[in-house]
């Protein structure tokens, strides 16, 4: 007998925390793999900042299950007006390209998968729950440049993702490609 359904749940604002005991070892899991290999600090980071960005307005998580065991989250939310994601970028922005307004861009911050559900069409369904209503016009990620990230790199291709630039957030920490995706109007309700 096969594996049961996938199905997708969402949460937004201070709901999402009830879900951190669910969120947390996949995370846990998920990051420790190449190219990432996080640790105890950055775990602490991770819980850290969830607790803070849940509280951002429109806010959002989504878990994907396979029966009762959770197979994947994602997790974002629109930038706000004082965001600092385009001005980290190495590559010089216009303005108007820089300009938030709280609704403008979905920021996703978290979007995983855990290894034995990969490849199966859940992280796309997952990106499509994050984003449903939202009524944004672009959505953003940063994601590593290793080789073994290439099979997100594939992915986020297929979506309509591009590159529009990099950033590395300290001296002695890891590049990242900030990736793109422009909505169509139709497709978000504008």
């Not at 995983?112 to 990106?127: D, E, K, L, S, Y």
Request: hydrophobic share 45%; proline share 8%; aromatic share 8%.
């Amino acid at each position: 007998m096969g594996n049961p359904p996938i199905t997708v749940e969402r949460w937004e604002g201070l709901e999402c925390a009830v879900q951190l005991d669910v969120v947390l070892p996949m995370y846990k899991e998920v990051w420790v793999e190449p190219p990432y290999r996080e640790g105890t600090k950055e775990i602490a980071d991770f819980v850290d900042r969830f607790a803070q960005e849940i509280r951002l307005p429109r806010a959002r998580l989504v878990v994907a299950r396979c029966g009762d065991l959770p197979v994947g989250y994602a997790f974002g939310y629109p930038l706000p007006p004082d965001t600092g994601w385009w001005k980290a970028m190495d590559e010089e922005t216009t303005a108007r390209f820089a300009a938030e307004n709280g609704g403008r861009t979905l920021g996703i911050v978290e979007l995983a998968v855990r290894a034995g559900w990969r490849r199966q069409g859940v992280a796309a369904r997952m990106h499509t729950h994050l984003l449903e209503g939202l009524g944004v016009e672009r959505v953003t990620l940063a994601m590593r440049p290793d080789p073994e990230a290439a099979p997100a790199h594939a992915a986020y291709a297929a979506w309509g993702y591009r590159q529009v630039g990099r950033w590395r957030p300290a001296e002695d920490e890891p590049v990242s490609h900030i990736m793109l995706l422009t909505l169509l109007a139709a497709a978000h309700g504008g």
